[in-house]
């Protein structure tokens, strides 16, 4: 498989990721550790990737891994041609916990948050994580593969 500039740097540093493509855009995929990705946010960071476009979080497959996705965006001197990377860190589901990079792009935080509500993803140092689409009351994690619909809704509730 062909690797980009950003996952050939990584190999020169030996920085532990994997490569998984590009995508139909030419966009560099990479998969990072979760233990590495606060150091490798700072690194994009100041390589001049200062802008996070999107943040996501997916569930892979049941009773399988959960996965944080982040879109950077480097805007150097115009933005007509912005170079662009993925970045994916995975979780497993029995505790999924991920550096937030809140501090390092604070566009990360309604996204984190949003990611926490619906996936279930802890993202550790982050300043305010708690439910943002649901109620705190609410239990279990919607988006999640093995999700199952609570079968009670409140008729109170709908006037």
């Known amino acids: 498989m062909q690797q980009g500039w950003l996952s050939n740097w990584?190999?020169?540093h030996e920085v532990v990721h994997r490569s998984l493509g590009f995508d139909h855009r030419g966009i560099e995929t990479?998969?990072?550790?979760?233990?590495?990705?606060?150091?490798?946010?700072?690194?994009?960071?100041?390589?001049?990737?200062?802008?996070?476009?999107?943040?996501c979080a997916y569930d892979v497959a049941?009773?399988?891994s959960l996965a944080s996705v982040y879109h950077?965006?480097?805007?150097q001197y115009g933005i007509d041609n912005p170079e662009e990377?993925?970045?994916?860190?995975?979780?497993?589901?029995?505790?999924p916990r991920i550096p937030s990079v809140f501090w390092v792009w604070r566009s990360a935080d309604f996204q984190e948050r949003e990611s926490y509500d619906m996936?279930?993803?802890?993202?550790?140092?982050?300043?305010?994580?708690?439910r943002i689409l649901m109620?705190?009351?609410?239990?279990?994690?919607?988006l999640r593969k093995d999700y199952i619909t609570p079968n009670f809704y409140e008729i109170q509730d709908a006037h």
């Open 10 to 12: 990584l190999v020169k």
């Open 62 to 64: 049941p009773g399988g």
């Open 119 to 130: 996936v279930g993803i802890s993202y550790d140092n982050h300043p305010r994580l708690k």
């Open 30 to 55: 990479l998969q990072i550790k979760a233990g590495d990705w606060d150091s490798i946010a700072v690194i994009l960071y100041v390589y001049g990737y200062n802008y996070l476009r999107s943040q």
């Open 72 to 75: 950077l965006t480097r805007i």
């Open 135 to 142: 109620p705190e009351s609410w239990i279990g994690w919607p």
């Open 85 to 95: 990377v993925c970045i994916k860190v995975f979780a497993p589901k029995d505790n």
